[in-house]
């Protein structure tokens, strides 16, 4: 397996911006069905397994400068609507 480069990891990075929007306008609502309920926990999960992204040595995150205050935020956000 290859390293990652430095444009594979952006259009990650921006595709996981996907989920954050999903995430926010399902807590947006007031109430949710059980449908809606798993979009936001399979766009959580999604977002863990991303920023839980390793190089090609297992241990060292793929990810550099990137800000993952939105994407924090939605899982927190997401994970607070499912409770």
């Known amino acids: 397996m290859d390293e990652k480069t430095?444009?594979?990891?952006?259009?990650?990075f921006s595709a996981a911006g996907d989920s954050v929007t999903v995430i926010n306008a399902e807590v947006a609502k007031s109430t949710l069905t059980d449908e809606?309920?798993?979009?936001?926990q399979r766009n959580i999960d999604h977002l863990e397994i991303i920023k839980a992204y390793k190089?090609?040595?297992?241990?060292?995150?793929?990810?550099?400068?990137?800000?993952?205050?939105?994407?924090d935020a939605a899982v927190?956000?997401?994970?607070?609507?499912l409770a």
């Open 55 to 71: 190089k090609v040595d297992e241990t060292t995150s793929i990810w550099g400068s990137e800000d993952f205050t939105a994407i």
């Open 36 to 40: 809606e309920k798993a979009t936001v």
């Open 6 to 12: 430095t444009d594979e990891v952006a259009s990650i």
């Open 76 to 81: 927190t956000a997401g994970k607070a609507k």
